[in-house]
């Protein structure tokens, strides 16, 4: 079976400060996407990486693929409140196994 | 802009009783997807259609759960007799074909009580 491992789990900080939350397997991933939640809401695609090495950015958001495609990060630059939500990696494995979420980070931004 | 619907938004019952979600898809989109979200983790497939057949149900409690897409489109995931445990959020989600991104609906929360 093959796992998602996120951290942090929750993370709580000021608005306006710069923060970073990970995803990491030991298997390969053919393709990685990044989710935003809301409560109460379902996962919000925010973007797919497939190449390691990638970087891909969002307005504030950076998304990073490791070259090793088994981890990948995003970076959030001058956080604010409306970042708030549980930010959730999914990634597709080599084979026909189906997407695979990792628990998510939650994220609480303070004004 | 297209998007996944899902009623109800909200279901509250008693165990042992039967509960029905229903899902329907974005026009065009082969692929549907029903996932279980327990609170404080991540979504977990429960069944995944590929048009009107089943593609993987290997997560799906068949003793309780039963889920069709009978036309290819829409889609009903039941559960009968509801258990406590499975009070959570079920999103269904669907996508172009099964590599594609998936894009999922506001999902329904259970409560069994």
Not at chain 1, 72 to 92: E, F, R
Request: hydrophobic share 35%.
């Amino acid at each position: 079976t093959q796992l998602l491992e996120q951290s942090p789990q929750f993370l709580s900080i000021q608005e306006g400060e710069n923060l970073t939350v990970y995803c990491n397997s030991s298997s390969v991933f053919s393709s990685l996407q990044w989710y935003r939640q809301e409560p109460g809401e379902g996962p919000v695609l925010l973007v797919t990486v497939v190449t390691g090495g990638e970087v891909k950015k969002l307005k504030r958001l950076t998304f990073q693929f490791g070259d090793a495609r088994k981890d990948s990060s995003l970076h959030i630059t001058a956080a604010q409140p409306g970042d708030t939500g549980l930010y959730l990696c999914a990634a597709l494995f080599s084979g026909n196994t189906p997407l695979v979420f990792g628990k998510g980070t939650r994220l609480s931004v303070i004004a | 802009e297209a998007e996944v619907a899902q009623s109800p938004r909200y279901k509250i019952t008693e165990k042992s009783q039967a509960v029905a979600f229903w899902c329907d898809p974005i026009s065009g989109h082969a692929t549907l997807y029903w996932y279980r979200q327990i609170l404080g983790q991540g979504p977990e497939l429960l069944v995944q259609f590929q048009d009107e057949s089943v593609v993987d149900d290997s997560q799906l409690p068949k003793d309780r759960f039963s889920a069709e897409r009978l036309k290819g489109v829409d889609s009903t995931l039941k559960i009968q007799p509801a258990e406590l445990g499975d009070s959570a959020m079920y999103l269904c989600a669907s996508s172009l074909g099964y590599f594609n991104e998936q894009f999922f609906g506001p999902g329904t929360r259970l409560t069994v009580l």
